[in-house]
């Protein structure tokens, strides 16, 4: 579809700010998201995928959550998609030897294979650099994280649970599921009710533990239990 001029020429005017408030006092973090989002579309800019991922990294370090998921599935796949927050929600989980036969985020419309093949070679699929970004999702306190604090979890829960990116661990998956569950994620909540009883069980008391325990930590350095 052809974009009449004046939108053109005001979505580039609204590139040009975005990218100028990046580093700015102003909520740096969601400019470069949306700058990032700009140029990883082709919205108002010609489509850039190396440079919007670059921000896209800036956006992640300063503790923007969609794109520190993002940032996570491009290097849990090595394909540097269009970011589609709703999408990034709802992907299944698969591993990199998986990326062609099912995409993560796919462009509306015929996709352009230059540009597809463009997109995986700006960065190489990393387990290890994907499972620190949804980690740092996953501890994101941000004001504004919505269920995207849970869909980390539910991603670390089956790293844990099929032992993708570290060592396999069952119990601390069934722990991840159901923060997850907890924090919003629909995908997390089908989990837990395949769960046997017992696994959701003791995995609730390791949590209890765990939280009395940090708990009590947390009282040891105020000196005080009150608010």
Not at 32 to 45: D, P, Q
Not at 73 to 86: A, F, I, K, N, Q
């Amino acid at each position: 579809m052809r974009i009449p001029r004046k939108a053109y020429s005001a979505m580039r005017a609204e590139f040009s700010l975005l990218k100028t408030a990046t580093m700015g006092p102003v909520n740096p973090k969601r400019t470069a998201y949306n700058a990032a989002a700009m140029l990883l579309t082709g919205r108002g800019v010609p489509c850039d995928p190396r440079a919007g991922y670059e921000l896209m990294l800036t956006a992640a370090e300063q503790d923007c959550i969609e794109a520190q998921l993002y940032v996570a599935m491009v290097r849990l796949t090595g394909c540097v998609g269009e970011p589609d927050t709703p999408s990034i929600r709802r992907i299944p989980f698969h591993k990199p030897d998986r990326r062609e036969a099912v995409p993560l985020l796919e462009s509306v419309g015929a996709p352009d294979e230059r540009l597809m093949d463009r997109r995986f070679e700006i960065v190489d699929a990393d387990e290890e650099e994907a499972i620190y970004y949804m980690r740092k999702a996953a501890h994101n306190q941000g004001d504004y994280t919505g269920t995207s604090v849970g869909d980390a979890e539910f991603l670390l829960a089956k790293c844990a649970d099929e032992g993708f990116g570290r060592e396999m661990d069952h119990d601390e998956a069934a722990e991840l599921y159901l923060r997850a569950a907890a924090h919003g994620s629909l995908a997390a909540r089908e989990k837990v009710k395949a769960l046997p009883a017992y696994q959701i069980e003791q995995a609730k008391a390791r949590l209890r533990m765990k939280n009395t325990s940090a708990n009590t930590k947390r009282i040891g350095r105020t000196g005080r239990s009150g608010n």
